[in-house]
């Protein structure tokens, strides 16, 4: 098992990110950029470079970005240290998720714009008065949701570090990592303990998670239990295979912001907006990744409950398709090439480009779209509806036709 | 007032039509009149080449036949600008011939050599000119409107007698200048036309010759006048050899003689018996051209007068000469290659046979200079440059001298230069135009070794030293400002020390950009943005902007898709950077720092965009501003090297100019000159103060235009003068 990685013949550079066109890419941040609140030239004139910036400058504009929003609220370390994990994704020839993240903030937040001038009902489904306080709620869970990321991975990084030690002879270093994956589980298991276990001012994550998961669901607190045990047994398999990204991400963020308001020295009450700002980012972020066998409590994410959680399963599963860095003999490469939108439909035309397709590898891209189209589609619709619609298309650089949905809100 | 420009631009254009169809095309002409808005025009009956002539007033040269649409019938026209002067104005002068039966045009050349020793010879022509009308006429008038073509002035003779007329219209190339004994004329080209309210409607027309020569003979001026012995028309006709024997036998049946039967281009000519009246005359030239419409090609009538036999006044010429074009086939096939060397050396050839006419070879004088040019360079460049260098001098060569040659009497008599948009010719505006650049050269201490063409693209651009410019510019002093970019691409082209792969500063600029050549070619419009600035604002920013974004968004709409608002932005934005950093306004960028703080250049840049909406008065970046702001000032702040460098060239070749000149006495009585529509004909000793002070000018309205153009015009006349002594 452990040899497949070595046989592997990556070819990648290491902070390949989802790719928008500029033009798209445009369209997404002239949104978000004619907010009032975006009023900092500093602020604006990164936003600006981004569209513009070629893979090698992102992941450096989009540091800069977050720092400077969440400055006071967390810690730069942690964007900095998430941003240092993309090229640990890039070596398992995964795409990062830095950048990724990125994307989904603007481009959720030019969905959550459109709907919030659609209809006043819609805008107080999101909580809070003012834009700003929306954008701050997805900022935070968009910008976070996959923090939990290298916990998931850990084992996969390990298993690669032993392969490239081994390959290079030194086999002292490389037995060091055999030694630290046989503990990989336990320590695994105890990291989660230890995130969900952190408190602030009467204030601890576990219940936080499942109060909010409660809400959010519209489930009652038994359930809620079950829906975190079950994510919690997930990492006792093959972590590699399961999803629990999600629920330690938003352990990650709980932890830091309880931290980080520990050394402001404020009381709860005092920031009374910033948890519910909280409890509304950690819902989202948990969810946003419950595998397919969870179709259950997926179904039961609802609009009217949690929009942030809602969009956010939406927009993740929009923003990014496929995970491989590169295309390779199976996967092709993918793009968001064109974003249309009209007062109440987004229509978002991919393109998949490969040098040389073959039916196989066409028929296999058809097969993740068409996976794809029905994870999206195991969320319920939002009742009452929102009347807006997303269409999605998929063509291949040969101009050839691979699926298209529509999803209705 | 006699220098005075009158208001209202003055056409004369001129139509061949197919014969028998001048009536259904002088009808088509008027409508197109009517919907175009011309509300002063006349026309008249063309006798000489041309069958119709439409003389109208407008407000400016804007107003185009070009606009009236396709006019089946026509097979040529010319089109001539003109102006009046305050004497005889455009109103007034149109009112005077609506009223006449009977006119004389005549487009007078003054002889260039006596020009070139006598300057003023034009302003003493129309003194003349005036005085004859005063003195000998007490019936009908003799008026004068200038032109901005080939030929300085057309003389207009209403005098309701075809003999006198035409007596008065050969009589004017004989002027000369008494005292000195110099020919005033090179040429005159002259033709009768008859007001068209005399002609005859279609209805009159359709029942046949009796019932023309029935209305002809309603005129006194045509049944009065019998053909003589001294006066006889001549009619001319091109026609197919089949037809030859049916058109003999139809003027003799009418009372002409056959002439000749002639070899050449004409077939035949006739003449008229002594007894006919010019009635008769008139009717079966209109009769035959409507009989014989599919049989003949063209008719042309020509007058003659037999004049008596004068004393002969010995006349000098100025002896001027031009060396014509030398060059040893062999280099130049060693340097281009053969098959460029083919089509380059053909150029010269037909530029030679040009430059050495005796008659309009002096329209190609401001050219003479640049086959010279194209020969001494061109060793130095690499095969691309070098081909590139050939390929755009032989089309300038090609398209300057047809450009040159419309209007002359060559190209209105025969069939050069139909697809030119001016095909009146427009040689004065050019020299006029030419003038700014050749100053500025000799002010940097060089030669300017091109001249200059119109283009119907909004885009001005130059092809090695040869600046090309829209058409309009011509007459608009108020955009002569826009050479100054081209006069900047020139100066830096000679210059590989201001932009260049080898300048260290744009080396280091380079090494962090991909694409070589493009951005190199961006530097190249920065440099020729700021040096263009310097070269003729005075440091007058604010002015700078103004202009610069009202040409850009003046843009044809269907052309500015060729245009990149973004990148204009960036150059009127480094340009503005440069002023505040190096220019005498420190307020703004207080320093190095600045210039490289992308933070406090992205702001700056936003203003900016914001100041170009606002002045333009309408959207342009779309809710770009962001992204352009942000991509422009990541690039500024990686050129202040480059703009450090650049400065130093502009303070070591003395490109800014000093604020003094604007205020000279000089500059203050030009502009005090032009304000009145007068021309200046003095010298003037900073025509960039001058451009400068008509930019500043509230009301340059079409006589201002013209007095600055006819100034400038003879600026560039003396320094050719001076060129070829």
Known sequence: MIWDYVAADLDFSLFEPNMLSTVAEKKLLELLLEEDFIND???????????????????????????????????????????????????????GHFIHQFEVLIFGWALIRMLIDQDESIKRSFRFNTPREIFFVWLMASVIHDFGYPLQVAEDVMKKMFAWYRALGMSEIAELFRALMKNYEKSQAKNLT????????????????????????????????????RIEAMSKGKISEEKIHGFAGAAVLCGKCFQ?????????????????????????????????????????????????????????????????????????????????????????????????????????????????????????????????????????????RLGADKILL | MEDSIAPGAIRISLFQTVPGKEVKVKLLLEEACRREEIKEY??????????????????NYDVSIGKFGPIPGILKSIDLLCYSYRINTAESLLNSIRNSNLIGLSLLKVDPSTQRAYPEIERTLRKYIIEQEKNRFKKGFVGLVGSIGWNEIIMIAALDNVNKIVKELLGMSSVFVRGRNLPVLAKTLSFVCVNYRCIPPPSVLAKGLKHIKVHLKKYPFLKDFVIGQKNVPLVEITAKPMYAAGIKKYFRQEGFKVAYDLLGKVDLCFEPLPDRTWADC???????????????????????????????????????????????????SKKYGERVTASLANHFYSFNSLIQNPIYGSAFLDMVYYPKHILDTGNELDNKARLR????????????????????????????????????????ALLALEYLPYRVFRRLNRLWNGFIITSHYDKLMHVNEVIQVPIYTLWNPQSWWTLYHEIAHIWIDVLPQV???????????????????????????????????????????????????????????????????????????????????????????????????????????????????????????????????????????ELYRFASHLNSHVTSHNLRLSKKHLNSSNTKDVISSLSSARIWWDKISCPEAVVYRILQMKNVDFERSIAAVITFWNQQVAALRRRFQ
């Open chain 1, 41 to 95: 030239p500093w602020l604006q004139r990164r936003l600006g470079s981004y569209a513009l910036a070629d893979t090698t400058e992102r992941d450096r504009i989009v540091l800069e970005i977050v720092k400077f929003f969440f400055q006071g609220t967390l810690p730069s370390e942690l964007f900095a240290a998430v941003r240092e994990f993309d090229t640990v994704f890039a070596s398992l020839g995964m795409k």
């Open chain 1, 194 to 229: 230890e995130l969900k276990s952190q408190t602030w001012a009467g204030l601890h994550v576990k219940p936080i998670l499942l109060e909010t998961l409660r809400d959010s669901l519209k489930i009652n607190g038994l359930s809620a239990e079950k829906l975190l045990k």
């Open chain 1, 260 to 400: 980080s308001w520990r050394t402001s020295g404020l009381t709860a009450k005092a920031l009374n907006y910033d948890v519910k700002t909280l409890k509304l980012a950690l819902a989202a972020i948990c969810l946003h990744d419950l595998t397919n066998d969870l179709g259950t409590y997926i179904r039961r994410i609802d609009f009217w409950r949690n929009p942030y959680a809602y969009l956010l399963f939406l927009i993740d599963n929009l923003q990014d398709w496929f995970r491989n860095l590169r295309p390779n003999e199976k996967w092709p490469s993918y793009n968001l090439l064109k974003i249309d939108r009209t007062e109440n439909q987004l229509q978002l035309s991919y393109i998949l480009t490969h040098e040389k397709w073959t039916k196989d590898m066409e028929h296999s891209a058809k097969g993740s779209v068409r996976e794809k189209f029905e994870r999206l589609h195991m969320m319920a619709r939002p009742r009452p509806p929102l009347h807006f619609r997303i269409a999605v298309d998929f063509r291949t650089n040969h101009g050839r």
């Open chain 2, 42 to 59: 006349v026309f008249f009956k063309a006798l000489g080449t041309f069958d119709i002539a439409l003389i109208c007033v407008t407000k």
């Open chain 2, 282 to 332: 008139l009717a079966v030239i209109l009769h035959f051209r409507r009989k014989f419409h599919f049989k003949g090609f063209s008719t042309s009538t020509r007058l003659r007068l037999r004049s008596p036999e004068r004393k002969s006044i010995p006349q000098r010429e100025y002896p001027w000469s031009v060396d014509c074009v030398d060059f040893s086939y062999q280099t130049l």
């Open chain 2, 389 to 428: 260098l050939a390929h755009g001098a032989r089309e300038v060569l090609r398209y300057g001298s047809e450009l040159r040659l419309c209007g002359t009497f060559q190209s209105i008599e025969e069939e050069t230069g139909k697809f030119s948009e001016i095909q009146g010719g427009g040689q004065r």
């Open chain 2, 499 to 637: 932009v260049s792969r080898e300048v260290p500063e744009i080396q280091e600029f380079l090494i962090i950009k991909g694409d070589h050549r493009y951005w190199l070619g961006k530097l190249m419009e920065l440099a020729a943005e700021v040096v263009g600035f310097e070269l003729g604002f005075f440091g007058d920013y604010h002015l700078f902007f103004k202009l610069y974004w009202k040409h850009i968004t003046g843009i044809d709409p269907t052309q500015r898709a060729m245009y990149d608002f973004g990148d204009y932005a960036m150059r009127s934005f480094f340009t503005q950077l440069f002023w505040q950093r190096f220019g005498n306004n420190l307020t703004t960028v207080k320093g190095d720092k600045d210039f490289m703080d992308v933070d406090f250049l992205y702001s700056g840049f936003l203003k900016h965009l914001e100041e170009i909406e606002k002045s333009a008065g309408q959207r342009l970046f779309h809710g770009e501003e962001h992204f352009l702001a942000a991509e422009k000032a990541q690039q500024c702040s």
